[in-house]
Nanobody
Framework: QVQLGESGGGLVQAGGSLRLSCAASGRTFTYAMGWFRQAPGKEREFAAAITWNGGTRNYADSVKGRFTISRDNAKNTVYLQMNSLKPEDTAVYYC?????????????????WGQGTQVTVSS
């Protein structure tokens, strides 16, 4: 059973940076991994995803050029480096994993989820 745990969220001013981490239990190095976010009153939306070997990365248009997803399979950890943060980036950020090799932008494409970490960007 794969378990995911996010960390690194917090309060930051607009223009600042945060790095989120997602630690996985179990051998997830063959899993594609994704980051999603959910703001109050809104649906969960895709932010970024990465294949098992890091060879392919996808980003939502809203974060492209500001966020970078990466992974360290030796540490079973996936990261989301977030720069130039905006108030509209405020949300709970979730890590997700899937054995499907396709980088889905839909939450339905992922089998395992973390509990989420809050990111708040003040203006």
């Amino acid at each position: 059973q794969v378990q995911l745990g996010e960390s690194g969220g917090g309060l930051v001013q607009a223009g600042g940076s945060l790095r989120l981490s997602c630690a996985a239990s179990g051998r997830t190095f063959t899993y594609a991994m994704g980051w999603f976010r959910q703001a109050p009153g809104k649906e969960r939306e895709f932010a970024a995803a990465i294949t098992w070997n890091g060879g392919t990365r996808n980003y939502a248009d809203s974060v492209k050029g500001r966020f970078t997803i990466s992974r360290d399979n030796a540490k079973n950890t996936v990261y989301l480096q977030m720069n130039s943060l905006k108030p509209e980036d405020t949300a709970v950020y979730y890590c997700a994993a899937t054995t499907n090799g396709v980088l889905s932008t839909s939450p339905r494409g992922y089998d395992h989820w973390g509990q989420g970490t809050q990111v708040t960007v003040s203006s």
